[in-house]
């Protein structure tokens, strides 16, 4: 059966969590930074904007050299903030897995699925899939993502990084030898600076001219194993399935509040449906957990949180709202500013054949 295969991925994912966090940052040279704090200047960048991009700055370069490249362009440099795209990432995850047949997290920012079911294997079908779940993630989140389906994960993949950002890439079955054979090797997953250096060696210098190298020459020079790999890559003919993993370690939801507070119990009420929303994910997956906590995004984007840990494992969020509320009230006084976004996190999960009753417990 011919098989429909999806890549998502959510463009320049930290630096776009920050705009949508700051609308002002928008139209700005956005770089998310991981400081060593050394220096004012030391450490390196995690992710850049498209706007940053356009300066020649990218991914694992040095903060002192970006600061150069960026020099008089009005650049903003932000910290990493773990808690706040986990939480994000959490939701788009949560939200693209309710919409296809099977998802296959690979980070924190990209997932291949399977909708071959859902689509009936019709690619006109699957589009549409494609681009309710593009539209869905913008509507829940205020985030663009780019989709790339094709024949297998190789392809989906490589067609997902075809028109970024905000890119949809269908890739039938019928036009994948087309579509891949002008591209540079470089493409292929697993393809880095010296396999590509060897290739060209060879005369190999795009997709194609893999696909129609002679194979025993290929393992001759680069081993029986990689030269298989690179031959049925280049073909677009993986088969490798999308496999869910094992599930989350932890669950959590955030909220943009109404309007900024340092009310806990007006966050707590705002915070109410997506408290709802995360319980009914643990009764229906089956899940326990055994530390609570609470997380707020303040109004200087400082991220903040207040945990409690049980003695047994606990399913049932709707009886520890009373935790909620305290550990909101206890953010809140510690905080110093108002709240901007609150959320709730769930972790050290575990499935009910691990966990004592709740009735027990209590």
């Known amino acids: 059966m011919v098989r429909v295969i999806g890549h998502v991925d959510l463009d320049y994912f930290y630096a776009q969590v920050e705009e949508v966090e700051n609308p002002s940052l928008r139209g700005k040279p956005v770089l998310v930074c991981v400081f060593s704090g050394r220096t004012e200047d030391s450490g390196v960048v995690s992710t850049a904007n498209y706007v940053a991009r356009e300066f020649g700055v990218r991914s694992g370069m040095p903060i002192v050299l970006a600061k150069k ?145 002679d194979v025993g020459s290929l393992h001759e020079r680069l081993g029986r194993k990689t030269a298989a790999y690179l031959h049925t890559a280049a073909r677009g003919e993986d088969e490798e399935p999308v496999t869910e993993r094992q599930g989350p370690t932890q669950l959590s939801r955030i909220i943009t509040l109404k309007r900024n507070t340092r009310d806990a119990d007006e966050a707590f009420n705002e915070l109410m449906p997506a408290m709802d929303d995360l319980h009914h994910r643990l009764v229906s997956n089956g899940t326990s957990f055994r530390t609570l906590s609470t997380i707020g995004v303040l109004t200087d984007l400082s991220v903040k949180t207040k945990s409690k840990t049980f003695e047994n494992p606990v399913e049932d969020l709707s009886l520890l709202k ?33 966990q004592t009753s709740l009735t027990q417990f209590y």
């Open 69 to 213: 490249k960026l020099e008089g362009r009005d650049a903003v440099f932000i910290p990493v903030h773990d808690e706040r795209y986990e939480a994000v990432s959490d939701g788009v995850m949560q939200l693209v897995g309710e919409r296809v047949d099977v998802l296959e997290k690979t980070g924190i920012d990209e997932a291949f699925f399977d909708i071959t079911m859902s689509s009936g294997a019709d690619y006109s079908v699957a589009r549409t899939l494609a681009a309710g779940i593009k539209t869905a993630i913008r509507e829940s989140h205020g985030l663009s993502a780019s989709i790339g389906l094709g024949r297998s994960k190789i392809v989906a993949k490589i067609a997902s990084d075809f028109m970024k950002p905000d890119g949809l890439t269908v890739v039938t079955p019928e036009s994948t030898v087309e579509f891949l054979g002008p591209l540079p090797v470089l493409k292929l997953y697993g393809v880095g600076p010296k396999t590509a250096e060897a290739l060209a060696a060879l005369g190999i210098r795009t997709i194609g001219d893999l696909a129609s190298f």
């Open 322 to 354: 009373d935790d909620v509320r305290g550990l909101l009230q206890a953010l809140s006084g510690s905080a110093g500013r108002e709240f901007r976004r609150v959320g709730i996190r769930v972790s050290e999960l575990s499935s009910k054949g691990d």
